[in-house]
Antibody, heavy 124, light 107 residues
């Protein structure tokens, strides 16, 4: 059973950088994509981006180049940094495994295991 | 970006009811759609992927259908543990996007 656990500061000051780590247990990082998703209080879900075990990444353009996701397979961790944060970045941040499934002519990734989430509040 | 619109946004139902939630995509996404269930204070949980494939461990009262731009999630007989918010997510292209959610609460 794959388990994910987010960790990092719960409070970040405006204009500073948010940094979170996700530690994976019960599975290998070398077989899947690994994603970050966030959810502002009382609102819906926003996909932030993913990292593949090779280190390749894809990000949501809405975050305007402020996001970096990296991976350390030896530590079984992947990380999120979000720079120049504002109050709009206050949210529950989830890490998740984005596992491949194949149906028909193509394969796609789906978020099948999630961490419990960590609340990050941007406040001075 | 592909926009997903769920309807209704809120749904009141009773235990035993048949419940249907619709997700409409702004362009053809074939069958690349997933459904998630989220309970208060918890992470989302995968229910359906590939529009109609039930995730392992999910009760068979859940089913999904549709392709192209219109999809449905059906709960055949609502159980107390099914009261939650449900989100659809398109898996066709990046950035991945979610519907705004449908909250299913007690009538």
């Amino acid at each position: 059973q794959v388990q994910l656990q987010e960790s990092g500061p719960g409070l970040v000051k405006p204009s500073e950088t948010l940094s979170l780590t996700c530690t994976v247990s019960g599975g290998s990082l070398s077989t899947s994509y690994w994603s970050w998703i966030r959810q502002p209080p009382g609102k819906g879900l926003e996909w932030i981006g993913y990292v593949y075990y090779s280190g390749s990444t894809k990000y949501n353009p809405s975050l305007k180049g402020r996001v970096t996701i990296s991976i350390d397979t030896s530590k079984k961790q992947f990380s999120l940094t979000l720079s120049s944060v504002t109050a709009a970045d206050t949210a529950m941040y989830y890490c998740a495994r984005d596992d491949l499934y194949c149906g028909g002519a193509s394969c796609r990734e789906v978020l099948d295991y999630w961490g419990q989430g960590t609340l990050v509040t941007v406040t001075s | 970006d592909i926009q997903l619109t769920q309807s209704p946004s809120f749904l009141s139902a009773s235990v035993g009811d048949r419940v249907t939630i619709t997700c409409r995509a702004s362009q053809d996404i074939s069958s690349y759609l997933a459904w998630y269930q989220q309970k208060p204070g918890r992470a989302p949980k995968l229910v359906i992927y590939g529009a109609s494939t039930l995730q392992s461990g999910v009760p068979s009262r859940f089913s999904g259908s549709g392709s192209g731009t219109e999809f449905t999630l059906t709960i055949s007989s609502l159980q107390p543990e099914d009261f939650a918010t449900y989100y659809c997510q398109q898996l066709d292209s990046y950035p991945r996007t979610f519907g705004q959610g449908t909250k299913v609460d007690v009538k």
